[in-house]
């Protein structure tokens, strides 16, 4: 089982402010997906990142895959309050198994 | 277009217990799965089924016992219910193709007393 690492655990910010989270493994992934997930609810798929260095940006989301395939980050620019969220790295594997990181809590406040 | 329902959303049980989740969906999905999350954990798989009338194990899958008899329902089961498995339960479920989405249900929330 593939261990992933996802830092911070927790991130209180304003609205406007930039941040990044990461995701990392000593193991190589063959492709990684981001989730998001609110209160309540299951975890939505934002994107899936296969190529090493690939970079793919959904809006104000910009995820880039490590060129070595072992780690992957999540930027946003100008969080609103409508990011808060629970973001979620995961590895997949076979029969489309996934391996979860622990998540980044965000907090955006107006 | 439901996709992804779970039943119940919510129960109670008392220590050795019995009783079974229910997941369905609506998309023809070949592959579903069973997952928890607790509190600093992640979500972590606990068993999956790649099509009608088969299961698989995954991470933690001691206690828990699957079915998938239709293509559409998979359900879980705890036959002698603990307090360590108080979680929420996720199911979920996706094409048998590389790199698709999985389908989230909206979770059940148990409580073993």
């Known amino acids: 089982t593939q261990l992933l690492e996802q830092s911070p655990q927790f991130l209180s910010i304003q609205e406007g402010e930039n941040l990044t989270v990461y995701c990392n493994s000593s193991s190589v992934f063959s492709s990684l997906q981001w989730y998001r997930q609110e209160p309540g609810e299951g975890p939505v798929l934002l994107v899936t990142?296969?190529?090493?260095?690939e970079v793919k940006k959904l809006k104000r989301l910009t995820f880039q895959f490590g060129d070595a395939r072992k780690d992957s980050s999540l930027h946003i620019t100008a969080a609103q309050p409508g990011d808060t969220g629970l973001y979620l790295c995961?590895?997949?594997?076979?029969?489309?198994?996934?391996?979860f990181g622990k998540g980044t809590m965000l907090l955006v406040s107006p | 277009n439901a996709g992804v329902t779970q039943t119940p959303k919510f129960r109670v049980l008392k220590t050795g217990q019995s009783m079974t989740l229910l997941c369905a969906q609506d998309?023809?999905?070949?592959?579903m799965y069973w997952y928890r999350q607790d509190p600093g954990m992640g979500l972590r798989l606990i068993h999956y089924s790649v099509g009608e009338g088969t299961t698989a194990k995954g991470e933690v899958p001691d206690g828990y016992n699957v079915s998938r008899l239709k293509k559409q329902n998979f359900l879980l089961g705890l036959e002698s219910a603990a307090p360590s498995q108080t979680s929420v339960y996720f199911c979920?479920?996706?094409?048998?193709?590389?790199?698709?989405?999985?389908?989230f249900g909206d979770g059940t929330r148990l409580s073993i007393l």
């Open positions: 995961a590895a997949l594997s076979g029969y489309s198994t996934l391996t």
């Open positions: 979920a479920s996706t094409f048998d193709r590389d790199n698709q989405p999985q389908h």
């Open positions: 990142v296969v190529t090493g260095g």
């Open positions: 998309m023809n999905h070949e592959y």
